[in-house]
Structures are given as structure tokens and as C-alpha cells.
């Protein structure tokens, strides 16, 4: 247990300090929320209406665009080997990194979303549901993501090849993540869809590390 | 004799004209120097500052309510020149840029990396302070306003730039970047200031800076100009204190690169010492 304390505050340090890029992911999806209605117009009714799902686009990217530091960073100064062959399972290492990653890089996202509904006109109700429908959500995406992450750094491929990898595996996780946060904008059930995302993130935690732990094991040489 | 000098030289006395101009640059360029004049400065400057910022809050405090937006038209006395210091300070910046890049100045990059926090926080309670007004007199805390929007890309930018200040651990490097992106996004000013005349749509055109004259009554014009200078005032006791904060963070870094440069060369010198006799044997 204490190794995963020490990797988590290891990496949460690393990810804050300069150099690190779990900010510049906040920074990213304030930009992306923005440029938005640059595209469909000042019309604040209508970004009332699209709010949702313009967070939710915009954390999905934000999120995305941070994944390939979670294990290239380690691979280049050669402590992935060392996690690779210590005593803890890899699996659990994998998780571990995992959730420092989301503390690090997916917390924030949530914490500025407020900032940005008020950009986009949405009133508490309809923030409180996008914040805690992400809240949910985020998790998946971090932990689905992660496989993508470690395909990459076993091929030696970052960036584009990360998104065209991971963004298909996120499409369930959006729709349902939207979903919820609508239905409970307009009153509509909110329970149904919004177990259907826990349940994605709990899924995602399962086989997320599995999945890393076996292309890292493969991969790497 | 510097005129007599011009007349028979010219060349020559455009060359010395240059060579005393470069004199104190560099007097200035000295780190120490530096140090040593601010904090000689430093408390005269925030005693000023303080004194400028109360009278400006008394006479903003007793400035006559609008006949239209009643008391909330005090709000601009801290709006309108956070606003103006948040296009002003990126226009230092961008000095401070030609001076990393054209002159190589020393200081130029420490003030443009110690102005880009002081401008984002300006530009961030501009923001703040105008939602704060807009709301009772638009009924919404945000509008997707030209000019509000031009304000809200610089406060963007402002965080990109610090950003890519700490994304690079070696500030004369990260200092040419952030230079380069500086002078970049000096196009966003004009821009901010011209947007209320091609977008004229719900914010209100520019009423003090324009042609004509200002607009504004005379009594809402001084605590205006004097909360704008209080507020000026502040930025050069804010830059110059976190300017000298980043001289001596520079020093001890380069101290600590020194000691750690000192341990491994030990640590390199003892092992030699243990592996020559091994080889020699």
C-alpha cells in the first residue's frame, strides 16, 4: 500500500511541477469551451441548449491530450522499466498510475467547470449535473484511456495515434454522460442513465489495468 | 564637447551618442545594481501607491451615483483600469521582449516572466469586476460581447504564456519562446481596443478615449484617472518587487546547479581515484 502512496504522490508531484502538464489540460478545455461559440454564435439560448454537451466534448478532449504523458514521460527516463519489474503486480501499478493521472489531471477539469457554465449560461442546476455527471464519467475516460496510452508507448507512436485509438472506446462513455446531465437539465429520470455511466467506470476500472499491464508486458522489450 | 565633437564628426558622434546609450543599459543590466536600487526604491514606491489607492477609493467611494445604473456605476472605478492595466501590461511585455530578443538585456527577460501573473491577475478581475456589473445591468453575468470576449482571449493568452514559461526548466530558453509568443500576441491589443468599433453590440462604445474629447462628467473622470493611476502604481511596485523575488530565485538556482555541478565532479574525482590504481595493478 505504501508503494502506491508513494507512486501516487510521486506522479500528482511530478504532473504539478514545472514541466508537467496536468494545468495546461484546464487551460486546454477552457480554449475549447470558448472557441465554441465562435462556431455557432453569441446566441446564449442556444449555448444554453448545446452546454452539456460542449463541457463534455471539451473534457473529453482535455482529457485525451494529457493521456500520453502518463507513461512516455516514464518510458523516456527509464523508471517504466523499474515499475515493470518491481514487486507490486503491474496491474495494480498501471491502476495506480491511473488514478494519480485522473487526481492530477481529471479533478481540475471538474473544478472549472462551474467557471465555464457560467460562461455558457447554464444555471446551477444544469452545472451541478454536467459537474457530477464528469465526476462519474472522467474516471472512464482516464481509465480507458490508459490502454491507448500504453499501446502508444509500446509502439513508439504518441499523439494522433492515441486519439484515433481511445476516442471510439469513449463514444459509450459521452453518450450517457450527456445523456444524464440532459435528463437531469429537463427532468426526465436521471437515475438510468447515470448508473449505466458508474457502471462504465466501473468496468473501465476492471479492465482498464488489465489490459495496460498485458500491452506493457508485451511491448516493451 | 560633445557638440563641438558633432559638428567636425558626425559619424563618430552618432557612435558615441550609441556608446553612452549602451553605457546605461548595461549600468542598469546589472543584477546587483539592480537589487540594491529597488529596495532603496521599493518602500517610497509602496508608500505612494497606498496613498494614490486611498485617495482614489474616497473619491470613488463619494463620486455622485448615475442618474441611470445608481450605485453600481462604481464599479467601473475598479473595472475600467484593471482593463486598461491588463492591455498596458502586455504592451511592457512586449518591450521587455524586443529587449530579450533585440538586446539581449538581461533584466528584460525577468521583468517580462515577472509581469505575465501580474497582467493575467489584472485581466482575470477585469473579467471579474465586468460580470459583476453586467449582471444588474444586462441580467446576466456573461454576454459573448466583442469586447468581452477579446478580453477573455487575452486572459487566455496570459495563461498560455505562463504556461509555456514553466513548461521549460531553463529560463533563457523558455525566455526566448515566451518572447517570441509575446510580440505575437501584442496583435490581440489593437484588436481589444478597436473591437468596440467594429462590434458595436451590447457593451458600451469607449467614452473616455476618443476623439472628441471624453464623454464622461467630470465627476466620475478624476477618481476614474486617479484610481487608474493608483492601479499603474501598483503594477510597478508589484513588477519590480516580483522582479527582484525572480533575481534571487535565478541565483539560487544557478547556486544549486553549482553545488550539485561541485558533488558529481567529487563523486567523479573519487571513483577515478579507486579505478586508476585497480587498472594500473
Wanted: net charge positive; glycine share 6%.
Amino acid at each position: 500500500m505504501t508503494a502506491q502512496a508513494a507512486l501516487i504522490r510521486r506522479d500528482i508531484r511530478i504532473a504539478v511541477r514545472v514541466g508537467g502538464g496536468a494545468l495546461i489540460g484546464v487551460l486546454f478545455f477552457l480554449t475549447v469551451v470558448v472557441l465554441m461559440p465562435f462556431a455557432v454564435g453569441p446566441d446564449l439560448a442556444l449555448l444554453t441548449r448545446l452546454g452539456p454537451a460542449i463541457l463534455w466534448l471539451g473534457a473529453l478532449l482535455a482529457s485525451l491530450l494529457t493521456l500520453d504523458r502518463l507513461f512516455m514521460a516514464d518510458h523516456e527516463d527509464g523508471s517504466l522499466d523499474l515499475i515493470v519489474m518491481s514487486r507490486t503486480p503491474l496491474e495494480l501499478a498501471c491502476a495506480t498510475k491511473a488514478l494519480a493521472h485522473w487526481m492530477a489531471a481529471g479533478l481540475p477539469l471538474i473544478v472549472a467547470t462551474p467557471v465555464l457554465g457560467l460562461l455558457l449560461n447554464l444555471d446551477t442546476r444544469s452545472t451541478a449535473a454536467v459537474a457530477l455527471t464528469l465526476l462519474a464519467g472522467t474516471p472512464s475516460l482516464t481509465f480507458t484511456g490508459m490502454i491507448g496510452a500504453a499501446l502508444a508507448v509500446t509502439l513508439h507512436r504518441g499523439g494522433l495515434l492515441l486519439a484515433v485509438l481511445v476516442l471510439p472506446l469513449s463514444i459509450p462513455v459521452l453518450i450517457f454522460g450527456v445523456a444524464a446531465s440532459q435528463a437531469a437539465i429537463s427532468g426526465l429520470s436521471f437515475g438510468a442513465p447515470f448508473s449505466i455511466l458508474c457502471a462504465l467506470s466501473l468496468v473501465s476500472f476492471v479492465v482498464g489495468p488489465f489490459a495496460a499491464a498485458a500491452s506493457l508486458r508485451h511491448g516493451l522489450d | 564637447m560633445i557638440k563641438r565633437n558633432c559638428n567636425l564628426e558626425p559619424i563618430a558622434c552618432e557612435a558615441n551618442r550609441d556608446y553612452q546609450e549602451a553605457m546605461t543599459l548595461i549600468d542598469l543590466a546589472n543584477p546587483s545594481k539592480f537589487l540594491s536600487l529597488t529596495a532603496r526604491v521599493l518602500p517610497w514606491l509602496a508608500a505612494v501607491t497606498a496613498i494614490v489607492l486611498a485617495i482614489g477609493l474616497y473619491q470613488s467611494a463619494t463620486a455622485p451615483d448615475d442618474y441611470q445604473q445608481g450605485a453600481t456605476v462604481k464599479i467601473m472605478f475598479v473595472h475600467v483600469p484593471n482593463a486598461w492595466l491588463s492591455m498596458l501590461v502586455w504592451g511592457v511585455m512586449s518591450l521587455a521582449a524586443l529587449g530579450t530578443l533585440v538586446w539581449r538585456h538581461p533584466l528584460a527577460d525577468v521583468a517580462a516572466k515577472a509581469a505575465a501573473p501580474i497582467g493575467a491577475a489584472f485581466t482575470f478581475l477585469a473579467l471579474v469586476t465586468g460580470s459583476l456589473w453586467g449582471r444588474p445591468m444586462w441580467g446576466t453575468y456573461w454576454e459573448w460581447d466583442a469586447r468581452l470576449t477579446s478580453v477573455l482571449i487575452l486572459f487566455l493568452m496570459y495563461l498560455g504564456l505562463i504556461a509555456l514559461w514553466r513548461a521549460v526548466e531553463d529560463p533563457s530558453r523558455a525566455a526566448r519562446a515566451a518572447a517570441v509568443l509575446t510580440l505575437v500576441g501584442a496583435i490581440n491589443l489593437p484588436i481589444i481596443k478597436f473591437s468596440v468599433d467594429w462590434w458595436n453590440t451590447l457593451h458600451q462604445p469607449a467614452s473616455v478615449m476618443r476623439l472628441g474629447g471624453p464623454t464622461l462628467d467630470r465627476a466620475f473622470l478624476v477618481p476614474l484617472l486617479m484610481m487608474a493611476a493608483a492601479f499603474s502604481l501598483l503594477f510597478v511596485t508589484l513588477l519590480l518587487a516580483a522582479m527582484r523575488n525572480e533575481i534571487l530565485r535565478r541565483r539560487l538556482r544557478s547556486l544549486q546547479m553549482m553545488q550539485a555541478r561541485a558533488f558529481s565532479s567529487e563523486v567523479d574525482a573519487g571513483s577515478r581515484e579507486k579505478t586508476v590504481p585497480f587498472g594500473a595493478a
